[in-house]
């Protein structure tokens, strides 16, 4: 690919988007392991109607899901528009790398329930890779048109 930097946002948005694959099949694997399904045709499969319910594993995992798609999506695309503008491939791919990184500590924390603040500063860190991607795209927009 010519784009370095868009290569590399390439690289961790797969990767990423791979994690996503694994916590929904974590997901699948505790449903099972805990017998508690969503859906009553999966419950009378696995056993009964009594099987159709809730679990508190089951259900972190399904937050760690929806915080993933929360976040994760947002990154996709501010990732492939700041791409696009040309910045320092190095820069751009510690932007990619922080976000990665802080989104695996994020879900390890969330699925293996770690202390607090493990989860909250996973997060934020990397946050402040998308909201700095997402204010040099804004920057360079606003060089652009005046």
Known sequence: MENETFASFIFFGTLLVLKMYVVAIITGQVRLRKKAFANPEDALRHG???????????????????????????FLFLGAVYSFLGPNPTVARIHFLVFFFGRIVH???????????????AYVVAQLSCFSMALQILFMLLQHWW
């Open 48 to 74: 009964g109607l009594q099987y159709h319910r809730e679990d508190p594993d089951v259900e972190r995992c399904l937050r760690a899901h929806r915080n993933d798609m929360e976040n994760i999506y947002p």
């Open 107 to 121: 879900t390890v924390a969330y699925l293996l329930k770690l202390k607090a603040p493990t989860r909250s500063v």
